[in-house]
């Protein structure tokens, strides 16, 4: 989980990212563009809590998309029924679905083996039929229109470039409550647990709390993108939140690496533009995203960013070794 | 109407005969059951699927469904292209897709250096998408169909029908079941297969290849598989996403009987079927599909381990 | 001197095999009290079942008067019990200090809100988790290693380390489960000089090991159990030469 490259110190890693992502707009101003950088801003958060569930407790959810799912559909409805302000359904949404996880996350996280796999993927279908089924409510398959567009305190969001540097906030925002987790006594016992399991329960971490904790976390990551989302958009369907579209997730997490917080930017950044820039994409996307799974599991498994570090930090030092043999010149 | 992403094509299986607008309340109930009966056998077989690879090797194959489905099509294939009568193309497609089984588990599963629980996951999903993929690549996305083994002419049961594909259907899973019994319990492979999958070490010890019969068992699992798909095809169509269901609900088959157990799978799928076609047709149709993952759920808060698994008190 | 730790009549079986059986073990509070016995013979298993990874069987252990037999291992380690692992179970990518830090779980506060916004409270606490963590370090001659990777330590640090770790969490009672294999005659007697100076610190100590001169010279009592039943307990002179404990270790005349 450690990443070799760059730095030390993540907050100056966080401070230098911050800097770029808000000159970006300076060399991109394509309106299209930028609408492809708030989806990729939105599926970065809904993937930083993903893997940071995968890296840290080994456990896969197979259904969080039922989770952006469901910070969509009730800041939605409450928005498009009622014309609740939008920061008023997601002061609903996430502790609603906070809760929601951790009915999942208690009884699942406390036995070994696949228990959060398969209770997330059921779910998943679950809410998904309800999305379609819960016609008044919801608009069926045909989707919800008529949510408002995002307003908070007055402010309105319209343009693609106000859009950009909103979900570029909550995204920083989010990226940085994750940096303070991981290096704290919480983001300890969690590396903990993954070391050794055994060890860090005598010496008194609550395994089953933790684990619950982050995939509680990790949901209530999902539910704010959600919210993002319906009001980026101002209509959603249930063709979004598919389970598809839960394994698109975890692809994005495999590509960036379990455990990385950089490298789940990547991974959605990548996933995320791919079909967007390569249109003919779209006919072979599942057979190209399941080959990707398992010809990086297989070879790198703990990610294919890692995997690509791992790459050059061997043949940097296969590099330094000839090297160092051939003239004897001890490179610093 | 947009028709939800994932395929629905089981719903076909639980539409009513006309009759039952002319029956009783009685009869229409014995209707739903036999239709649950029929459609939880296939389930069953699904899950038993699930459970020999399970048993041999502790990985949840996800690609499961996309064998039944290989069944079906390579069925089509065998009738169409190679212009077999029915149970020649069948056959041919059984063994076709048991070989497929062991090239998965060669090319995606054996060459795994470090087998976590995740990322066996993580591998069966990919190998579970890629071939539904490659699946619409090569067949496109319309449905084929398979006729019925012995016609469409609906038996009269008690005031109630049934479909005669309904009794290939139970006959046939039935039959393998009794013939995986038989496998495992007598024959030389069989028992090696669940001595390696018990005591590895002990097994290699006594001259087993436990390679060998991991490899027997994906060959086994993908046979079961495609047999599945083949019996439930004239029920309900084939198409490329048939297996994502119908993989699932096998899936919560076997869950909810107890992963692993030869006979709760059984008792599993076939309560499984029942219920949701019970509450599809009393309650609500268009929840159907919901309903074998509210009863996965149940199972997985109340009673991890399924109704016939043993107390596992794996806690952590 | 009170009793800390007993067991009543313990028992735990896998299947036919009677790893332990009705072991009736008391530990004083203060004292360095040594379990000894010929491989296999339950000791590390007496450990799984006190430290509660495995439930006992049947039969009881009762740590300060109440009953830990069914407890999950975070909550008896709450009490005050913690262990080290014969087979080491050290956090390898985390440092040196890290894995102290982490020892210092129980004893330190910080919950996924507090630690998501950085609050005073955590800055504070960060703090003094490590500021304590480093001490322990000095206590235990590793502070040098403090940066170091843990699984990139040599050998027998790796096992001070594994005491230093479980030191963070202020126990009452500190298992240790064969701290000296693989340790050569130095490390093992810098390890039987860290064991005296934890007792002076009111930990007791409850120690599994099979390098008898460790054992005889440090321990204040010692158990000898065979087959899962204890045969003989006393001063370790007494027990050294008891017949029925030569003859475990030594098989019949």
């Known amino acids: 989980m450690k990443t070799l490259l760059w730095f030390r110190n993540p907050y100056m890693g966080f401070m230098l990212f911050s800097v770029l992502i808000m000159g970006l707009p300076l060399v991109i101003t394509n309106q299209y563009h930028l609408g492809v950088l708030v989806i990729i801003a939105i599926h970065s958060i809904i993937v930083l809590g993903l893997d940071l569930l995968m890296g840290y407790t080994g456990q896969i959810s197979l259904g969080h998309a039922s989770f952006f799912g469901l910070g969509a559909y009730i800041t939605g409805v409450l928005s498009a029924h009622w014309q609740w302000p939008p920061l008023a359904g997601l002061a609903v949404s996430l502790p609603v679905v906070a809760v929601i996880a951790w009915l999942i996350g208690m009884p699942t996280l406390k036995l070994h083996g696949h228990y959060l796999a398969m209770a997330t993927l059921g779910f998943g279908i679950i809410v998904f039929i309800i999305f379609n089924e819960l016609g008044p409510l919801t608009g069926g398959p045909s989707g919800l229109t008529g949510i408002e567009p995002m307003n908070i305190f007055g402010m309105t969001f319209d343009s693609d470039l106000e859009w950009y540097f909103l979900s570029m906030i909550f995204l920083l925002a989010v990226l940085l409550l994750s940096i303070n987790v991981v290096r704290s006594r919480v983001g300890r016992a969690l590396r903990a647990i993954h070391g050794s399991e055994v060890a860090s329960g005598v010496l008194g971490v609550n395994i089953a709390r933790y684990k619950v904790g982050i995939f509680v976390l990790s949901a209530m990551y999902a539910a704010l993108a959600g919210w993002l989302y319906a009001h980026y958009i101002t209509f959603i369907s249930p063709s979004s939140f598919t389970f598809m579209f839960s394994v698109k997730l975890v692809t994005m997490v495999v590509i960036g690496s379990l455990g990385s917080l950089w490298g789940a930017i990547f991974g959605a950044a990548l996933l995320t533009s791919m079909p967007e820039f390569l249109y003919v994409f779209h006919n072979y996307e599942t057979l190209v995203f399941g080959s990707i799974l398992i010809v990086v599991m297989i070879f790198m498994p703990m990610g294919l960013l890692r995997g690509i570090e791992d790459l050059i930090a061997w043949s940097w030092h296969a590099a330094r070794r000839r090297l160092s043999s051939d003239g004897g010149e001890e490179l610093s | ?316 | ?253």
Not at chain 2, 72 to 79: A, E, N, R, S
Not at chain 2, 186 to 209: E, H, N, W, Y
């Open chain 3, 1 to 253: 001197m009170t009793t800390l730790l007993e067991t009543r009549s313990m028992s735990r079986y896998f299947g036919g095999v009677q790893a332990i059986h009705e072991l009736d073990l008391v530990v004083q509070s203060g004292v360095i009290h040594s379990v000894i016995g010929p491989n296999g013979a339950g000791k590390t298993t007496l450990f799984n079942v006190v430290s509660g990874i495995l439930p006992p069987t049947s039969g009881d252990v009762l740590f300060d008067g109440t009953l830990i037999s069914e407890l999950a291992p975070h909550r008896i380690a709450a009490k005050g019990v913690t262990r080290t692992f014969q087979n080491l179970q050290l956090f390898s990518d985390m440092t040196v200090l890290e894995n102290v830090m982490v020892g210092m779980h129980l004893n330190s506060k910080g919950g996924f809100f507090a630690s998501a916004f950085k609050l005073p409270s955590v800055w504070k606490e960060e703090h003094r988790i490590r500021s304590v963590s480093m001490d322990i370090l000095e206590f235990t001659g590793l502070e040098k290693y403090a940066s170091t990777v843990a699984g990139s330590l040599p050998f027998g640090r790796q096992r001070v380390l594994e005491i230093a770790r479980a030191l963070g969490a202020e126990p009452r009672l500190l298992m240790l489960d064969e701290p000296a294999a693989g340790l050569n005659n130095r490390e093992t007697s810098d390890l039987s000089e860290l064991i005296g100076r934890i007792r002076d610190r009111d930990i007791t100590i409850l120690l599994v090991e099979h390098d008898m001169d460790l054992v005889m010279s440090i321990s204040d009592l010692v158990t000898v159990i065979d087959q899962g039943r204890k045969i003989a307990e006393g001063d370790p002179d007494v027990v050294r030469n008891d017949k029925n404990v030569l003859k475990a270790y030594l098989g019949e005349e």
């Open chain 2, 1 to 316: 109407m947009v028709r939800p992403e994932y395929g629905t094509r089981t719903s076909n299986v639980t539409r009513q005969p006309f009759e039952h607008c002319l029956m009783s309340f009685e009869q229409q109930i014995l209707q739903f059951v036999i239709t649950g009966i029929t459609v939880g056998s296939t389930y069953a077989l699904i899950g038993i699927g699930f459970n020999i690879i399970y048993n041999a090797t502790d990985i949840i194959n996800f690609a499961q469904g996309e064998f039944v489905m290989l069944g079906g099509m390579l069925t089509i294939f065998g009738m169409h292209i190679l212009r077999l009568p029915v149970p020649f193309a069948a056959l041919l497609a059984v063994v076709l897709v048991a070989l497929f089984g062991m090239l998965m588990y060669m090319l995606a599963i054996r060459p795994i250096k470090s087998p976590t629980p995740i990322t066996l996951i993580i591998i069966t999903i990919g190998a579970s998408i890629a071939i539904r993929g490659a699946s619409s690549l090569i067949w496109g996305k319309e449905p084929y169909r398979i006729p019925a083994f012995s016609g469409n002419e609906p038996i009269p049961f008690l005031g109630a029908v049934i479909q005669p594909q309904s009794l290939w259907i139970i006959g046939v899973v039935f039959t393998i079941v009794l013939i995986l019994r038989q496998f495992f319990g007598r024959t030389l492979t069989g028992k090696a297969m669940v001595a390696s999958a018990f005591q590895p070490r002990a097994a290699r010890l006594v001259g087993i290849d436990t390679s060998y019969m991991v490899l027997l068992s994906f060959a086994l699992s993908g046979a079961v598989g495609a047999v599945a798909g083949i019996v439930i095809a004239p029920i309900s169509l084939v198409t490329y996403d048939m297996g994502v269901m119908l993989g699932l609900k096998g899936f919560c088959a076997a869950i909810v009987g107890g992963l692993g157990h030869p006979f709760g799978v059984i008792i599993g799928g076939i309560s499984l079927g029942v219920l949701e076609s019970l509450g599809a047709g009393i309650i609500s149709s268009g929840y159907k599909d919901a309903i074998a993952f509210v009863i996965l759920l149940l199972m997985l808060f109340l009673r991890p381990q399924g109704i016939l698994g043993k107390g596992r008190g794996n806690r952590v």
